[in-house]
């Protein structure tokens, strides 16, 4: 039989009773499988910071002193049993799910408290326990979806198991992949379901090193320490040729089949098919990954392999991100000195915490295209100013549009690209394409990004079709 070792994304475990049907019970037998679940939509949001306005959680509270981080505990609580009471019908499993994740909770309060009336001495700071307060913060969301998951699919006659990964207990140490080898030493995938945590604690630190993509690492590396056929994410969507709710659901057509170039690219871009580095892993240890709609169980969805080449040149997917920052820095005395300042700027980027998007420079200017938090991006571009007072920099808010591919022919792209954008009455700002044939990019104005997103989208896709039903009429 196929072993497959299979992630279960947030937005999909809100709606637990299609989960249930059409993945959990949907085989004969529902073993030969592992599941890696990542928290409830919106939790690891409400533990940490809003990931898209950067909304303060709880983490974020603690690390101002903010008092309100109590009260957004007591939230958290209320939030997290209401999912239990919907969840679990009988009073048995309702109780044995609050009780659980009450404990968890009042444990990790009572941890903050202590270590906010250490900080109070002046021996102590704060901001040295903060990495240690976000990793166990974040583990909270995981922990309790997992444990949810493994009690319910108990009362429904499953062997389920739950892998709790969080270090909560102390029973795991080591790195990532030490950490899961001890958690899989006696786990008999024949006769039981495990069902891990998205979150794993272990001596690299998860959260620090991968941020949000920390349940995408323990997925790849349990694919890899366990040997999987097939690794498997369900997402609330199929991976398509662009977003169904710009480009219309009736236009847009899963991918089908595509390589890890192409999530790499979509990965840069945010739109995570997997995040890059869980993919390295599968690309080495040549495990193919499947992306399957939750709610399409009968659909393969999209298979990305290494191996996959396509037989021509296409566009596989019109995908981009919108809210980047675009800074431009312009300084005449530039010349023959722009490594120097590229390397000062990636400091400063750096520790700003934003993402870097994407990068162009001549001789005399360098622009920076940034995601991240308003206040970290208005951080930055005053350290900037102040770094480089003589220099004119500048800033906007722009959206970045790629036409991606395995392999393409990033000139045809370019230019019918550009005339696309132009009949559409878009003018674009800058366009990028690189000697490695993946994806091609366009830079507009932010409020474009969607008639963007159409307008080439109608180019490489609606186009397409309506000419190949002209040749064969």
């Known amino acids: 039989m196929t072993y497959t070792v299979e992630k279960i994304g947030g937005t999909s475990m809100s709606a637990f009773d299609a989960v249930l049907d059409n993945i959990f019970l949907r085989p004969a037998s529902p073993y030969n499988r592992v599941f890696v679940v990542s928290a409830y939509g919106g939790i690891t949001d409400a533990l940490l910071e809003c990931k898209r ?50 404990e968890r909770l009042d444990d990790a309060q009572n941890c903050i408290t202590n270590i906010l009336a250490t900080c109070e001495y002046g021996q102590f700071t704060l901001r040295q326990y903060l990495p240690q307060i976000r990793e ?52 008999d995938v024949t006769k039981e379901l495990p069902i891990v945590t998205g979150y794993a604690y272990c001596d690299e630190g998860l959260m620090k090193t991968y941020d949000r993509g920390y349940s995408e690492m323990t997925f790849s590396r349990i694919a890899c320490q366990t040997s999987a056929d097939l690794a498997i994410i369900h997402k609330e969507y199929h991976l398509s040729s662009a977003d169904p709710r710009i480009a219309g659901p009736e236009n847009v057509l899963p991918i089908g089949k595509s390589n890890f170039d192409v999530a790499d ?38 298979l990305i ?44 980027i750096a520790d700003a915490r934003v993402s870097l998007v994407g990068k162009e420079m001549n001789a005399n200017s360098i622009t920076y295209y940034l995601s991240g938090a308003v206040k970290n991006l208005n951080h930055l571009l005053y350290k900037a100013e102040k770094r480089f007072p003589n220099s004119t ?81």
Do not use: C
Not at 306 to 318: G, R, T
Not at 407 to 434: D, K, Q
């Open 393 to 473: 920099i500048t800033g906007q808010w722009v959206a970045l549009i790629s036409a991606i591919g395995a392999e393409i022919n990033t000139n045809t792209t370019l230019s019918r690209g550009v005339l696309a954008l132009m009949n559409h009455g878009i003018a674009p700002i800058a366009v990028h394409s690189s000697m490695r044939n993946v994806n091609v990019q366009f830079v507009v104005k932010d409020d474009a990004y969607d008639s963007t997103i159409r307008a080439l989208h109608d180019e490489f896709f609606t186009a397409t079709k309506q000419t190949k039903k002209q040749h064969v009429a």
């Open 136 to 187: 166990f913060l974040s583990s909270i969301g995981e922990v309790h979806s997992a444990f949810n998951t493994a009690l319910k699919l108990k009362t429904l006659g499953v062997n389920a198991r739950f892998v709790d990964l969080s270090g909560w207990d102390n029973n795991l140490s080591g790195n990532l992949d030490t950490v899961i080898k001890s958690a899989f030493e006696d786990i």
């Open 53 to 102: 306005s950067g909304e303060p959680g709880i983490y974020q509270l603690v690390a101002k002193r903010d008092e309100r981080w109590i009260e957004a505990f007591h939230a958290l609580k209320q939030r997290l049993q209401l999912i239990n009471s919907n969840m679990f019908a009988d009073p048995l499993s309702r109780t044995r799910a609050d009780k659980f994740i009450t």
């Open 265 to 302: 690219q979509l990965a840069n871009l945010g739109m995570e098919a997997i995040h890059p580095n869980a993919a390295s892993g599968l690309r080495q240890n040549n495990i193919p990954l499947q992306i399957k709609n939750t709610f399409e169980p009968e659909h393969q969805g999209t």
């Open 305 to 348: 392999s290494q191996e996959y080449q396509p037989d021509a040149e296409k566009i596989e997917i019109i995908a981009g991100k919108n809210k980047v920052f675009a800074l431009h820095i312009f300084d005449q005395a530039m010349v023959g000195q722009v490594d120097n300042v590229g390397y000062e700027m990636m400091e400063i």
